[in-house]
């Protein structure tokens, strides 16, 4: 489990490798991630966007961004949290993503970037 916290906003990230929907003889490895997003800040919050980077340990790097997360923009008030679960695949049986969201506080309008801890996609039997 990872987590961080940005202007009292924490992000905590599990990982999960999927090898019914993996074939590592095709270099097709995908990896579940669930994300809980808590606001312990004193305003309310919307998530605007989500911002990827996604490493391959065979070099590639991709970049996704877009409107909110899973087809959501949650508003948070203070103590809630929101949880979703959302998917990567990789070319490889280990990589890595970190990123940012795009935070709004309702009260003002200040947008500010809350940052998703970096986490490492790995398929079990690599770590042996």
């Known amino acids: ?19 019914d929907y993996s074939s590592p003889g095709q270099q097709h490895f995908v990896f579940a991630y669930k994300i809980t997003i808590q606001n312990n800040s004193e ?3 919307k998530l605007l966007r989500r911002y990827w980077q996604i490493f391959d340990s065979n070099g590639t790097v991709r970049e996704v961004e877009g409107e909110g997360v899973v087809g959501q923009q949650p508003v948070l008030e ?18 890595k993503m970190l990123g940012n969201y795009t935070m709004e506080r309702l009260v003002d309008g200040k947008q500010f970037t809350v940052n ?5 996609l790995i398929v079990p039997y690599k770590l042996n």
């Open 116 to 120: 998703i801890p970096e986490f490492v």
């Open 43 to 45: 305003f309310t919050v």
């Open 78 to 95: 203070p103590g809630d949290s929101h949880q979703y679960v959302s998917g990567c695949n990789l070319k490889t049986g280990i990589g």
């Open 1 to 19: 489990m990872d987590t961080q916290t940005t202007q009292g906003v924490q992000v905590t990230v599990t990982t999960n490798y999927l090898p």
